[in-house]
């Protein structure tokens, strides 16, 4: 069962600006936070920002000042909004939520990922 739809992704140039959407389904319940990870080939998949529900957010410190996560709780989606791109920035990008599915036990739920590729 698909739980999380990510989109948004694509190719821009350097300097450019992308926006991912990430909706979660309604099988997900009690949903506490949010967030953005990436992934490039060969290494780890690491933290890009975090959003709770109280709207509390955390950023990776490559994406502080260029990278802007919001929620929009009533359609359970977490957008990222990303500014002055790099070619550092190119990987796939995943959606998480921290919930349930109606049995009230928290676990991590992801996206099936979406790349974004910056050209130089």
């Known amino acids: 069962q698909v739980h999380l739809v990510e989109s948004g992704g694509g190719v821009v140039q350097s300097g450019g600006s992308l926006r991912l959407s990430c909706a979660a389904s309604?099988?997900?319940?009690?949903?506490?936070?949010m967030g953005w990870y990436r992934q490039v080939p060969g290494k780890q998949r690491e933290l890009v920002a975090t959003i709770t529900g109280g709207s509390k957010t955390t950023y990776t410190e490559s994406a502080k000042g260029r990278f802007t996560i919001s929620r929009d709780g009533a359609k359970n989606t977490v957008y990222l909004q990303m500014n002055s791109l790099k070619p550092e920035d190119t990987a796939v990008y995943y959606c998480?939520?921290?919930?349930?599915?109606?049995?009230?036990?928290?676990?991590?739920?992801w996206g099936q990922g979406t790349q974004v590729t910056v050209s130089s």
């Open positions: 309604r099988s997900i319940f009690n949903i506490s936070a």
């Open positions: 998480n939520a921290v919930g349930d599915v109606g049995d009230y036990v928290e676990a991590t739920y």
